[in-house]
T-cell receptor, first 112, second 110 residues
């Protein structure tokens, strides 16, 4: 098992720009979800993908969008970046026969 | 909506036992999970309770009472490496993601 890998590990963007974060899910996991974690807080659910379709979404605006590819890897896209988007973005993968999610180490996004 | 409450910080001594409590309010409930996160690291799955009772995995145990909307994580034989943040999380159901508490920062003293 290779686990969940995310890239890049750190990123600095300017307000108003767009960003794409990438995630490779754990082998055998067909569901991927994304979370935003502000400093000192718990992760907040952004959305979930299963078989390349978004099938669950948290309380995030449409400028947060994503993709899942046939190999179950995924992207998170954020348009029109705001200062409050500065956070750790976590990708998690899971399989139908497991209750636990496997998280990546995240991408630390700073918006200036 | 869903909300979870857990203490912000707990301090314990190496070798001792510590319990981290979690109460929740949810519109749907598909189980209570616990995750450990070291500073700068990925959350790591520790345990899951779908039914009432105690689940044991090595030094860690987790308990759930659905009638009380309450659970706890019990850590025994504490080691310095257990210093981390611990999050309880619930899944509302279907394609809902996990809703996390704000986390409990566990400090282990020698």
């Amino acid at each position: 098992e290779t686990g969940v890998t995310q890239s890049p590990t750190h990123l600095i963007k300017t307000r108003g720009q767009q960003v794409t974060l990438r995630c490779s899910s754990q082998s055998g996991h067909n569901t991927v979800s994304w979370y935003q974690q502000a400093l000192g807080q718990g992760p907040q659910f952004i959305f979930q993908y299963y078989r390349e379709e978004e099938n669950g979404r948290g309380n995030f605006p449409p400028r947060f969008s994503g993709l899942q590819f046939p190999n179950y890897s995924s992207e998170l896209n954020v348009n029109a970046l705001e200062l409050d988007d500065s956070a750790l973005y976590l990708c998690a993968s899971s399989s139908p026969d497991s209750y636990g999610y496997t998280f990546g180490s995240g991408t630390r996004l700073t918006v200036v | 909506g869903q909300s979870l409450e857990q203490p912000s910080e707990v301090t314990a001594v190496e070798g001792a036992i510590v319990q981290i409590n979690c109460t929740y309010q949810t519109s749907g409930f598909y189980g209570l999970s616990w995750y450990q996160q070291h500073d700068g690291g990925a959350p790591t799955f520790l345990s899951y309770n779908g039914l009432d009772g105690l689940e044991e995995t090595g030094r860690f145990s987790s308990f759930l009472s659905r009638s009380d909307s309450y659970g706890y994580l019990l850590l025994q034989e504490l080691q310095m490496k257990d210093s981390a943040s611990y999050f309880c999380a619930v899944k509302g159901g279907g394609a809902d993601g996990l809703t996390f508490g704000k986390g409990t920062h566990l400090i282990i003293q020698p």
